[in-house]
């Protein structure tokens, strides 16, 4: 059966993130209305009350708004790490949550839900403890960062051998500095805790391409501070720089904004 995975939004407006195979499906993230979520999954034929866990990267509303109402409405799991379930616990977003669906999980330990075995990794970002995600299936495997301000060695090692990747390429760093944001806000999205740059995004690539890699989805883009054709402009540029040929060696697209991206199969 199909290893089948697909954004269903990718931004500061709202984060969720669908992979399933046949009986096992699975949210990262579900960081926008439980309706909007809802809808999302069943335009690709996967009825709400079937997802069987939800795994969240980290507290930041746009990544749990919808989070607690899935999980009260369909009964559903939800997984985080130890300090991020503390961090959610004291934002009324998330609501109450039944103790039985409350799962604490560590870096670098395999959690088997179904099918499908996925493994947190630890990242760079300002939040309680955030995390990357690794899902794997059969021999498959597909790896999602989306709030990054640096990657290091161990986010790399992760990323690495990956079929699939959806990365953060968060801002174009001459529209950040020359944006509206207050400056607070700009050296926040630019430090090590913050956001990947497009170029930042693009040297990443380049450092742990494999041959094994046939997509990527470049996420997380900035409404104000990045656009779409920038952002692909941008990391294509590194890439083909690097001798990396997007369109020949693998496929380069968006995971969108506020809506639904390409699905992707492996079989």
Known sequence: MPLRFCPI???SN??????????????????MSGRSIQSGLQSIDVEPEKIDAIFITHEHSDHIQGAGV??????????????????????AMLGPVKPENKHKIT????YTIGGITVSPFE???????????SILYDKYKI?????????TDN???NLYNSDALLLESNHDVDMLKNGSYPWPLKKRIMSDMGHLSNVCCGTLISEIMSGRVKHIYLGHLSEENNRPYIAMDTVTGILEANKIYPGRDFDLTLANRGRISDLIEFI
């Open 14 to 31: 709202g984060n969720c993130i669908y992979a399933g195979c046949d009986g096992t499906h699975i949210l990262f993230d579900a960081g």
């Open 155 to 157: 986010v790399k090692d």
């Open 70 to 91: 899935l999980s009260r409405r369909f009964n559903i799991p939800l997984y985080a790490t130890v300090n991020t379930w503390r961090a959610m616990e004291g934002d």
């Open 143 to 151: 790896s999602l960062v989306t709030d990054l301000g640096y990657a």
């Open 107 to 110: 870096y670098d330990t395999k």
């Open 9 to 11: 939004a990718s931004g």
């Open 123 to 133: 990242i760079m970002h300002d939040a309680a403890e955030p995390a990357g995600y």
